[in-house]
């Protein structure tokens, strides 16, 4: 069984809890695209955990963990992760983590730019989290970069390193005026924190093709949502990454297989974290509550997220391009507060209704058109079975469903691995 778990939003949606979840059936998860520019939360029997880079099942004893060739990792933070999980007790081995020799390595220096960029943007910022993304993979398409398999060469490669600092100084030193890169200062960085991962380096090509042949189960994690993703998503506020499930198989190392079910996550309302548009967005002492609520704050950067009701046309395009065959609805605990929940189910696009989701010079006139549902004013975070919950709660469950045009098949009450309703 080959199956993605992924974002139907702008990121944020409790992929990493859902992973953590339904990881238990499988035996190994893959990461195939983006940084640690975003994190996923997890609440276990072992504790709270927020991964940027490690896939979310690194918390399982027994399931394999891959780092696929869509990936691009900075070693310092991928050094610094496994550290931090390792004193909280996760036992983090060649045989439990595998990385594709083919992942792009996030230098200092794509850090650095991307936080020159941002600092000259000004108010204009596209509000990156100044990681090194955006950077790292438009050198990756510049065919400039290191991948994880170099480290095994890593002393043969100074010359090609010293070539990289000197075309980069052409932008930094004298584009951006700051002080010049030292190949030295590189070359030190990656023998720190790239040494160490010498030996969790593999052809995840040929090791995920031999676990398919032995009928393994293998699940795929994405990062950020469909409206992040580089080509789909509210460009140019986007990832630089491709965050849709068909690109699973391909930033794994297995572009010759398909997948086998793509399941969905949506938030029971909307958040956003970085700039671009937003149209469900509420404002004033209404976001302030959800925001609270839900404890909306970026898992990567602590950055609080803009916060709205739940939106049906974003949603039911991000589930259709995501190709979803089910949804994981999260977070319907947050809602209890409520005597009535916000729902946008158009949008108003030059005094016309629309029920379709537009292309960013469009998106940006978009308003939003708000209905609001009865609220079941009520705890449901004990609910465990769909005849625990209310019937107004199960209401909004399937309206949204309706709505998505997609079977909602889970719904997280809590953050508890626990905290979840199989609606069938």
């Keep these: 069984m080959l199956t993605s778990i992924v974002g139907t939003n702008w990121g944020d949606e409790g992929k990493g809890r859902m992973v953590d979840l339904l990881s238990e059936d499988y035996n190994i998860v893959v990461r195939y695209q983006g940084g640690n520019n975003a994190g996923h939360t997890v609440i276990n029997e072992k504790g709270k955990f927020i991964m ?13 963990n891959v780092l696929g060739p869509g990936i691009v990792i900075d070693l310092e933070h991928l050094f610094n992760e496994v550290d931090k999980l390792r004193k909280a007790g996760i036992s983090i081995t060649p045989d439990h983590l595998k990385i594709s020799d083919r992942a792009t390595i996030c230098m200092p220096y794509h850090k650095l730019m991307d936080g020159l960029e941002e600092d000259r943007l000004g108010d204009k910022k596209f509000g990156s989290t100044r990681r090194g993304i955006s950077p790292v993979y438009a050198d990756k398409y510049m065919k400039k970069t290191l991948r994880m398999g170099d480290l095994k060469y890593l002393e043969d490669l100074e010359d090609y390193v010293s070539d990289l600092v000197e075309w980069k100084n052409l932008v930094v030193a004298n584009g951006y005026g700051h002080e010049p890169i030292q190949t030295a200062d590189i070359m030190d960085w990656l023998r720190k924190y ?207 469903q309706e709505g998505i045009g997609v079977p909602i098949k889970y719904v997280s009450v809590g953050a508890d691995r626990d905290a979840i309703i199989k609606m069938f």
Excluded: W
């Excluded at 940027?52 to 394999?64: A, F, K, M, W, Y």
């Excluded at 699940?219 to 068909?246: H, K, N, V």
């Excluded at 916060?307 to 949603?315: K, Y």
């Excluded at 947050?334 to 029920?355: A, C, F, N, R």
């Design 194 to 400: 790239g040494l160490p991962f010498k030996d969790f380096v593999v052809d995840t090509t040929q090791y995920l093709s031999d676990a398919i042949e032995k009928d393994k189960s293998i699940m795929f994690e994405a990062q950020l949502g469909a409206l992040r993703d580089i080509d789909y998503g509210i460009y140019p506020y986007t990832s630089a990454s491709t965050t849709l499930s068909a690109y699973a198989p391909i930033g794994a190392g297995i572009p010759m297989y398909t997948l086998d079910q793509r399941i969905g996550i949506m938030k029971a309302y909307s958040s956003c974290v970085g700039e671009g548009p937003f149209t469900c967005e509420l404002f004033g002492e209404e976001a302030e509550m959800l925001r609270k609520a839900g404890g909306e704050y970026g898992a990567a950067t602590g950055r609080p997220r803009r916060v709205g009701g739940f939106d049906m046309v974003a949603s039911r395009y991000g589930a259709k391009i995501q190709g979803c065959d089910y949804v994981a609805l999260t977070k319907l605990d947050v809602l209890s507060y409520m005597d009535k929940i916000p729902i946008v189910t158009h949008y108003y696009l030059d005094g016309k209704i629309i029920d379709y989701f537009p292309t960013e010079r469009e998106l940006v006139r978009c308003t939003p058109l708000y209905e609001y549902f009865p609220g079941f004013e009520c705890d449901v975070s004990g609910c465990r079975q769909p005849a625990d919950l209310p019937q107004i709660a199960k209401d909004y469950i399937g309206f949204i």
């Design 52 to 64: 940027n880079l490690l896939p979310s099942g690194i918390l399982r004893d027994d399931t394999v």
